[in-house]
DNA sequence: CACCAGGAATGTA
DNA sequence: TACATTCATGGT
């Protein structure tokens, strides 16, 4: 099976995904932090209670790290993760503080400068690329990793080497990339990893032929 | 009770 | 380069 069939089969299964579930693309970023190694679940929390109003890297960076790591305390590593959003805040601001503000850049140079930001990884800022900069850069995670191997589509494991697999094997298109991640995400997640198919899963009652992935 | 969730930094060999 | 440890809440 080839990657953009991959893809087929995802999206005939699962439909649109409506990535990234943010209001803003400041909003996406700290959602890309929060979410690091923590559910979801759990970032909708520490996200309702920063509130709209503290959702900005003006009131991020001002904030004593006390309160900041209160607010976002649902979400996990809240002391970690305090200072890694003022550092975040801190470059965005720096760089002009909003998404319009970094279109001179390319793509390349961007990836840069946020790997160069504390607590932004290289999940966190392909992530960051893609779903908040609406850059055509493809996001790596453990579930694509786990489902290309399982799938035995003879793909490499390391991150910067599969990312380059899939980008080279789809049209240059963020569109795509971002509805792509969001449903291997979502089948990694209705699948059941008791059980060796999909029948069960929340999603999906059967995991589409061919599509049994053992995650 | 254990295990994990939309990782990254830091230290060691 | 390749692992090990640390960070921490909340759901199952």
Redesign the pocket.
Known sequence: MTLPELYDKLFAAYGPQH???ARTPFE?MV???L?????????E?AIAQLGEERLCPEYILSAPMQEL?ELI??????????G?LKALSAWYLAGGGEIGAFSGLPDARLRQEL?G???????????ILL?AFNRAVFVI???TKRITKRLGLGLSE?YEELRLAFEAALPRDAALYNEYH?LL?SH??CYC?KIPLCSGCPLLPDCPEGLGIN?
């Open positions: 990535w990234w579930p996406m959602g890309a932090v979410t690091q190694n923590s559910s979801w679940q759990n970032v929390k790591a305390r649902p979400a996990g590593y809240f002391n970690v993760k305090a890694y790997l930001v504390k607590g932004v990884g290289r999940e966190t800022c392909d992530s779903y995670d453990n579930y390391d969001a995400v990694a997640k990893r995650i």
